[in-house]
């Protein structure tokens, strides 16, 4: 099983302003549970709450550094709520 939770990285305009939260990055969430995590990203982008709350962080794999959507950790249970 894969940590779920972890710090991201959001990135604003300026690169003084780089800040850490927790969050989720929503293609492990969703390889955990089985579903397309693509669907999952543009709902969440649909939705008002959510989209906010939805960052891009940048993600070490295997095969390098990549770009990943996220959720900030405190629009998590609104985003199981409506799963």
Known sequence: MILLTMI???FHSLPERLEYVP???LRF???NLHTDANVQVLRVQRSGAMAE???LTC???RS???RM???VL???ACWFATF
């Open 8 to 10: 991201i990285k959001i």
């Open 23 to 25: 969050g989720v990055v």
């Open 29 to 31: 969430l969703c390889e």
């Open 53 to 55: 709350d939805q960052v």
């Open 59 to 61: 993600v070490e794999t």
């Open 64 to 66: 390098g550094a990549q």
């Open 69 to 71: 959507a996220a959720l």
């Open 74 to 76: 405190r629009s998590i």
